[in-house]
């Protein structure tokens, strides 16, 4: 039981990194970014080629920065010139975007499933009470629990961290105080994209790659925005948390059922709260 | 040569649909001067707020500061430039402190005057508090106190009375004359308390179905028929 625990907060953690950044950029732009899933998926393959040459550090520092490049050019070339159109234009557009990203890396990997070994020097297993549990996978969560304080305290106690709050809260009047939202939203968007690489890259000796894997994670990560509370990062942790546990055990104990639960879950939050978990609330 | 107006909009049109919400207004606020806006509800006094603020666009016409035209700036730009607002909604940013909220606002002033603004509003108390957390009033202030941070040169509030006792908006009224005469402030404010701007507003425009009905003095508005039987009643 522990052990399914753990690997709970394992895919949790995976989850509120994806997610968080979805948060971030549906915050500022209040707009679903389809195209999410699939810069997961290419800080996977792109920590894969960088972590045979540079290492495992060396691929996490490359997703992130690759990865935020990719966000700062979608923010500047597709998101704020699309700022005034209708959002379905935006989601139609990144849904796209996700379907040229998956070709792209299509081409330049191939098809197969390419699988990434686990980093030497996390290696090997602890026993927890008595049971073993890899390495690899603790490092998983402790870096997962580094993205949330991080996050909170640059959210709290940073200016920037005040006018992404502020934007969240209404863009447009944040705005009109004087903030210059747009370089506001370059940093967002970059910021989400260089998590969604990063948690590509911890992923990667966990999962099989291939083009189509950030498509699975973005549904559970939809689910995790919905039930957490749109543009909430406090209830994206909590949900993305209780998402991994339900995922997780539904997998060993109800396994023809696991696929299902998580949408379940979703359905029965908003019966009880239609506005999510934290509700309105940054 | 004449002197330019604080803020003017000409022949200012804004549709929705087939509907218009402003149907080719045109005025005109001298320096200085406090300008009352009243109408009925749907007139269009709040989407003429938004337009002249860059809240909305307009599909005609323009809006000049001081003389120069800013129809094509961003409503950043128009903060930045010295022109500020309110919202007829409190409580925008529930979460952020009192605080906080006057540093964001502080981000268009030239020189941020934080301190003398909460000092102004008696806000100072509630520095640390969450918006969500402080009384309707003290929410109203708080509006009030992000759009006047930097001394701003134009003001256009959107009903900052709303929903206040009567002694609260004659109080709001009275430090609004006050800051507005101290550090020179041009005023455009709506209000659906006539007490209120009746008492401080050196002129009225009156708005009705997106169109000028009428424009005076405060004693010159009382006397207009069209106005007294569509609006005002015998309230004042």
Redesign the interface.
């Known amino acids: 039981m522990l052990v399914q625990i753990l690997n709970g907060l394992v895919y949790g953690g995976l989850l509120y990194i994806v997610s968080v950044g979805l948060v971030l950029i549906f915050g500022l732009r209040r707009i679903v970014n389809f195209a999410h899933g699939s810069l997961f998926m290419l800080g996977a393959y792109v920590g894969f080629s960088v972590a045979a040459m540079g290492g495992f550090w060396g691929a996490l520092l490359a997703a992130a920065i690759v990865l935020a490049l990719v966000g700062a050019l979608l923010d500047i070339a597709i998101l704020q010139p699309l700022q005034r159109e209708d959002p379905i234009v935006t989601v139609l557009v990144t849904f796209g975007l996700l379907l040229i990203l998956e070709d792209f890396a299509q081409f330049v990997w191939g098809k197969d499933f390419l699988k990434s070994p686990v980093p030497t020097m996390f290696s090997g297993s602890v026993l927890i009470f008595g049971e073993s549990f890899p390495v690899y996978r603790l490092v998983v969560i402790a870096v997962a629990a580094l993205v949330a304080l991080g996050l909170s305290v640059w959210l709290r106690l940073s200016k920037i961290g005040?006018?992404v709050?502020?934007s969240s809260?209404?863009p447009?009047?944040?705005?009109?105080?004087?903030?210059?939202?747009d370089r506001v939203s370059v940093i967002v968007v970059a910021l989400g994209a260089a998590l969604a690489g990063i948690s590509g890259t911890i992923s990667a000796p966990l999962l099989a790659l291939s083009p189509s894997m950030g498509s699975y994670i973005l549904i559970e990560s939809f689910i995790v925005v919905v039930v957490g509370g749109l543009g909430s990062f406090a209830g994206a942790f909590i949900a993305a948390i209780v998402i991994g546990q339900v995922h997780n055990l539904g997998l060993v104990y109800v396994p023809w059922a696991a696929t299902m639960i998580p949408f379940l879950l979703m359905v029965g939050v908003l019966i009880w709260r239609p506005t999510g978990i934290a509700g309105?609330?940054? | 040569m004449a002197e330019s107006h604080a803020i003017e909009g000409s022949k200012l049109t804004r549709q929705f649909g087939g509907f218009f919400a402003l149907k080719g207004v045109d005025l005109a606020v001298k320096r200085g001067e406090i300008r009352g806006l009243i109408g009925p509800n749907g007139a269009g006094k709040s989407t003429l707020i938004d337009v002249l603020s860059g809240r909305a666009e307009h599909r005609s016409g323009t809006v000049r500061m001081f003389g120069t035209d800013i129809s094509a700036m961003t409503a950043q730009q128009r903060r930045h430039a010295g022109l500020a607002r309110s919202f007829q909604r409190t409580n925008i940013f529930p979460d952020l402190t009192v605080i906080d909220q006057l540093d964001i606002a502080s981000r268009a002033a030239e020189m941020p005057n934080i301190d003398e603004i909460m000092a102004e509003l008696n806000l100072t108390a509630l520095a640390f508090r969450r918006a969500a957390n402080i009384s309707y009033g003290d929410q109203r202030r708080l509006d009030l106190a992000l759009a006047l941070i930097g001394r701003p040169k134009i003001l256009l509030l959107d009903e900052p009375a709303a929903g206040l006792s009567i002694g609260e908006s004659l109080e709001l009224a009275h430090i609004l004359k006050d800051l507005a005469a101290r550090w020179g402030v041009t005023v455009l404010l709506v209000e659906h308390d006539m007490e209120v701007v009746f008492s401080i507003c050196d002129r009225i425009t009156v708005l009705h179905l997106g169109a000028i009905l009428a424009e005076g003095t405060p004693d010159q508005i009382r006397g207009v028929p069209e106005v007294v039987t569509a609006y005002l009643g015998s309230s004042v």
């Open positions: 005040l006018y709050r502020a809260a209404d447009l009047t944040t705005a009109m105080q004087g903030v210059n939202t309105s609330h940054v």
